[in-house]
Every structure is written in structure tokens, then in C-alpha cells.
């Protein structure tokens, strides 16, 4: 049984990993191989570039070699895929080498797309990705008043980000003494603050308590660099001085370029978490079309399904488990306060209070994370 | 050639449902129709409220069942 793993972020290495120890015994006896293709030979904790953005995290805390997170027993290889040829049951590689597989789980991920949106790349400070997050925190750090816009790209991966980001400026602003001199304007593309309901409830007051402006059914359109004048779709429009954005996401571009699902998206099904029309395909995290949150915690939970899934088809011939939509986010409301939002296809998040204690478990988290990526946690 | 596509937003509270219909409204083409299907009971002010303000056309909104079926048309 030759098991492929394409994609080496959250979902993926956990995947691997989990699977590896489920099925050390068939490895050890050469009935199963694992292997896995990667874009990179390094592993980002992707949730640290919020820290990075603010001077709390420095950007070499994001990294660990990617072969150090896995199992021994896993052939890793850093050797993208170029080719998906589901009919030959194949891929074939930017090396030019064919792997072929009996079970393939796709974990690419998504990219930001902020070129999708006229003078958002020139025009804003982002922090989804190292180099973006250096520079917009050394734009904050030299900002001295004036508007500041947040936008949001539709769709986005973490959808918590946007309310974080904007307490972090609240709060960054505040300890350098000049919050008075700056006003803060929160854009969002639904009818409400945030697109769970309960989420939109609990920051609505906390953002007119501490002075935070905001438009709703704001998609935006494109940025006037030159002007610096941020357009909606609807028909309105901001006069910035720093503009803070949540770029679009699309998936990989080798799922379009294979006609794998539109957008990137794999059509997926929401409880087995195989490709419609591929039954040995899996896909997770990111990648899928589901109407599930893009979060690490998302691909997390999807991975152990998988993993449990595969080998217990291996063991006794079916699978075992169905995913039930389970999302679990931490939301950091500030510098010093945060909450969580667990929920799934069938139960809202009730959000608790945000405090002290809920801060530190994540601020804890981010370093245990390479515990949860090794499948240990 | 315009294309109907169906969106499954079913049981589903982030991304949530409008969301989840901008997102393709921001793939299709002008003039494809697309069917949002719905168990959010919020979904049915929500939808036509930002459909009227972007400019694109409400072509139906029904429920059947616990779900609704929203018909969008994009026209720019």
C-alpha cells in the first residue's frame, strides 16, 4: 500500500505523522510506505506572523526544519508536485519524477492573492507571510496619527484575524501613548462585524468601548495608492493614512491548473474528506471546498479523521470515524485578554468572556504547537 | 454561456453563508446565477441585503423545508 501525502503545512505533517505510528507495524513489515512531497524543507508555524506584525514574535521563532517534525519512517522528499494525473492514480513532480500511489491525501494549502485587488499589494500592510509582517510592523512603528483602515478579502484563511488585528492596533497604539492621535476604521465584507454570529455580538460593544469605527457589507474593490483612498464594492470609500489588509486567498495553483476545483478549492465531501468522484483521494485543511473555516485547527482536526480513516481501512477494511465540522480558534482581543470558539457543522461557538488565563494558553500554544504537529498533542 | 452553480452553505457558521456566496460571486462570470442553499435563518435578509447594495440582481429567495434556496444573478 503506498500512501501519498501532498503538502507538507499542519494538516499534512500531522496526518503523516499520526498515520505513521497507526501503521508502524505494516511499515516495519513493507506493506504500507509513506511519503511525502513538499514545497519546503522548513515547517512555518503560520499563527506567529500576527506576533511577528506587533514585535512580539521574532521570525525565526515561525520555523523548524520540516524532516525534525516527522516521523523516521516517512520518505519526505522537498519536491513539489507539478502534475496530478488522478486517472493513472500518479503525480509527477517539479524534479520530473513520478510517484504513484494507492491512497493520496492532498494538504497544498491556499496562497494570498492580493494582486486580485487593484493597489492592495502596493497600497497596504499585510502579515501573511515573514517578509509582510517585518514591514508592517516597522510601519507601525514609525506611524505617528491618522486613519488607519483595516480591509478584508474575500475568502481569507483565519477568519478570527480580522478582529485580532484590530484590538492589536488598538492596543499597539495605546502603549506608545499616541491611541489619541489615531483613529481606527474596521471594514467587513457581511452585515455584521464578524461572520460568526456570536463573535459579531461579543466585539461590536468591545470595539465601541474602546473607540473602534466600523463599516459593514464592505468588499473591497481596489486601492488608489496615490490617493490613498480605499474603494468598496458597494460604493463607498476611506481616506487612509495606513491601511491594514486581510488579502484574498485562493488554493495552490497547480489544483487550477489540473482542473482540480475552481478557485483552488477541491469539491470535497464534508464528512469522508475524500474528493468527490476519487474515493482513494483525500483532501484537507485549506485545500477543500467546505464551508469550514481555513484554519490550522480545521486541517488539525480533519487530519486525525483522515489518518484514523486510512488505517483502519488498512486494519479491517472501512473506515471508522466522519468528520463532524469541528473548528476550534483561539481569539486574542488585545495584547493581554483572549477567548475560543469551538463549534461545528452543527453547534455555534458560545464565546466565553475574553481574559488573562486564555492569553497565556495561547501565548503557551505557540509554543507546543510543534508538539501538536508531531501528532503528540 | 451563463452557468447555474449551486452553493452548499448548509450547517455551516464560519465562514458562513453570505461569505461563502461572495466568494464564488468574485469566480463567476457576469450573467452566470448562482443557488445558495441555506439552513442560517438570517441568511434570508442578509443575502438580499447585500445583493441590493452591490448592484446584482435577487432572481428568487424560497424555503423548502428547514433550507433556503436563494437564487443571486451577477450582473457586473
Known amino acids: 500500500m503506498r500512501i501519498l ?10 496526518l503523516a505523522n499520526n498515520l505513521a505510528r497507526r501503521l508502524a507495524g505494516e511499515i516495519r513489515d513493507r506493506k504500507v510506505r509513506i511519503t511525502m512531497l513538499s514545497a519546503s524543507d522548513q515547517h512555518m508555524y503560520q499563527p506567529g506572523l500576527l506576533y511577528v506584525a506587533f514585535g512580539q514574535m521574532m521570525p525565526d521563532e515561525l520555523y523548524r526544519d520540516q524532516a525534525s517534525l516527522l516521523e523516521p519512517s516517512i520518505d519526505f522528499h522537498v519536491d513539489p508536485v507539478e502534475e496530478f494525473q488522478l486517472e493513472q492514480n500518479r503525480v509527477k513532480t517539479k524534479a520530473g519524477k513520478i510517484h504513484e500511489y494507492d491512497v493520496m491525501v492532498i494538504a497544498t494549502g491556499s496562497r494570498i492573492v492580493p494582486e486580485e485587488v487593484p493597489g492592495l499589494r502596493e497600497g497596504s500592510e499585510t502579515f501573511y507571510s515573514e517578509a509582510s509582517a517585518v514591514k508592517m510592523f516597522k510601519s507601525l512603528r514609525e506611524f505617528e496619527g491618522g486613519n488607519v483602515g483595516i480591509v478584508v478579502g474575500v475568502p481569507h484563511k483565519c477568519p478570527i484575524a480580522p478582529v485580532e488585528v484590530t484590538f492589536s492596533l488598538h492596543d499597539y497604539f495605546k502603549s506608545r501613548g499616541i491611541r489619541d492621535k489615531v483613529r481606527i476604521k474596521y471594514h467587513y465584507p457581511i452585515g455584521r462585524i464578524h461572520t460568526i454570529e456570536n463573535v459579531a455580538k461579543w466585539a461590536k460593544p468591545e470595539f465601541d468601548r474602546i473607540g473602534i469605527e466600523y463599516e459593514t457589507l464592505f468588499n473591497v474593490r481596489e486601492v488608489d495608492v496615490e490617493n490613498k483612498i480605499v474603494k468598496s464594492e458597494e460604493g463607498t470609500e476611506f481616506a487612509y493614512d495606513l491601511l491594514i489588509s486581510i488579502p484574498p486567498h485562493r488554493g495552490m495553483e497547480v489544483i487550477e491548473k489540473d482542473k482540480l476545483g475552481d478557485g483552488g478549492w477541491i469539491p470535497t465531501d464534508r464528512h469522508r474528506l475524500t474528493m468527490e468522484g476519487h474515493d482513494n483521494v483525500y483532501v484537507l485543511g485549506d485545500t477543500t471546498n467546505l464551508p469550514v473555516s481555513k484554519t490550522g485547527s480545521a486541517a488539525h482536526f480533519e487530519a486525525e479523521v483522515v489518518a484514523e480513516n486510512i488505517a483502519s481501512i488498512i486494519k479491517i477494511g472501512a473506515p471508522v470515524r466522519e468528520y463532524d465540522g469541528k473548528v476550534y480558534c483561539f481569539i486574542e482581543a488585545g495584547h493581554d485578554r483572549a477567548t475560543y470558539a469551538m463549534f461545528n457543522y452543527q453547534n455555534p461557538p458560545d464565546l466565553k468572556a475574553p481574559n488573562k488565563s486564555m492569553h497565556w494558553f495561547k501565548m503557551s500554544y505557540n509554543k507546543m504547537y510543534w508538539t501538536s504537529v508531531r501528532g503528540l498533542l | 454561456m451563463s452557468e ?10 464560519c465562514p458562513g453563508p453570505l461569505m461563502e456566496l461572495i466568494t464564488y460571486m468574485k ?15 438570517g441568511t434570508a435578509s442578509d443575502v438580499p441585503e447585500w445583493v441590493n447594495k452591490v448592484g446584482h440582481e435577487m432572481v428568487s429567495s424560497e424555503k423548502i423545508g428547514e433550507v433556503w434556496h436563494l437564487k443571486v444573478r451577477k450582473t457586473k
Open chain 2, 4 to 13: 447555474c452553480k449551486t452553493i452548499d452553505a448548509r450547517d455551516t457558521f
Open chain 1, 5 to 14: 501525502v501532498v503538502g507538507g503545512g499542519c494538516g499534512g505533517t500531522i
Open chain 2, 27 to 41: 469566480q463567476a462570470s457576469v450573467g452566470d446565477t448562482l443557488e445558495l442553499l441555506s439552513t442560517d435563518q
